[in-house]
T-cell receptor, first 115, second 112 residues
Framework: AQSVTQLGSHVSVSEGALVLLRCNYSSSVPPYLFWYVQYPNQGLQLLLKYTTGATLVKGINGFEAEFKKSETSFHLTKPSAHMSDAAEYFCAVSASYGSASKIIFGSGTRLSIRP | KAGVTQTPRYLIKTRGQQVTLSCSPISGHRSVSWYQQTPGQGLQFLFEYFSETQRNKGNFPGRFSGRQFSNSRSEMNVSTLELGDSALYLC???????????FGQGTRLTVV
């Protein structure tokens, strides 16, 4: 069975500081991993995805994530936080590439940016 | 391309009533999945439809049902509404052969 654990329900950083949102996954098969962002009263927007190949994945808005199989982690980073990054972030896993069904989401991390 | 469109955006219903939510996927996408988002339970998978057939189902009671039409548009229905059904219902569509899901803005259902 697949699952994801997001460490920290709330992260607060200063504008311009490094953003690090942590995600660990559990999967009995090679996982397909995603990070989504959700702004208030909006749906989910895909930030980036890992399927196969390069373990450092670059996404939109300057975010990137590194797949580390030995640590079963897929942490999300951004070198310099911007006020517009304030949102909720979800790590997700799918065991089935070729189907968007049954994506398993983490509990989410709310990112706040201090001026 | 237009994105995933969900209607209506907001709904208020009374306990015991039923409700139907609609989702129009991105053109060319044949898979539509539905998710329920609540503060307590987070994002939970409801069901997936592909080519008018339910392909996967989450762990929800039979009061939750759905269907998909030949143009890939999908509806979900919740009967005998309970207060606990208050949630943001999200629809996602995907292209055949990928697991990248594109989400709509959701329908906020409030049961009073």
């Amino acid at each position: 069975a697949q699952s994801v654990t997001q460490l920290g329900s709330h992260v607060s950083v200063s504008e311009g500081a490094l953003v690090l949102l942590r995600c660990n996954y559990s999967s009995s098969v090679p996982p397909y991993l995603f990070w989504y962002v959700q702004y208030p009263n909006q749906g989910l927007q895909l930030l980036l995805k890992y399927t196969t190949g390069a373990t450092l994945v670059k996404g939109i808005n300057g975010f990137e994530a590194e797949f580390k199989k030995s640590e079963t982690s897929f942490h999300l980073t951004k070198p310099s936080a911007h006020m517009s990054d304030a949102a909720e972030y979800f790590c997700a896993v799918s065991a089935s590439y070729g189907s968007a069904s049954k994506i398993i989401f983490g509990s989410g991390t709310r990112l706040s940016i201090r001026p | 391309k237009a994105g995933v469109t969900q209607t209506p955006r907001y709904l208020i219903k009374t306990r015991g009533q039923q409700v139907t939510l609609s989702c129009s996927p991105i053109s060319g996408h044949r898979s539509v999945s539905w998710y329920q988002q609540t503060p307590g339970q987070g994002l939970q998978f409801l069901f997936e439809y592909f080519s008018e057939t339910q392909r996967n189902k989450g762990n929800f009671p039979g009061r939750f049902s759905g269907r998909q039409f030949s143009n890939s548009r999908s509806e979900m229905n919740v009967s005998t509404l309970e207060l606990g059904d208050s949630a943001l219902y999200l629809c996602a569509s995907s292209e055949p052969g990928t697991s990248e899901a594109f989400f709509g803005q959701g329908t906020r259902l409030t049961v009073v």
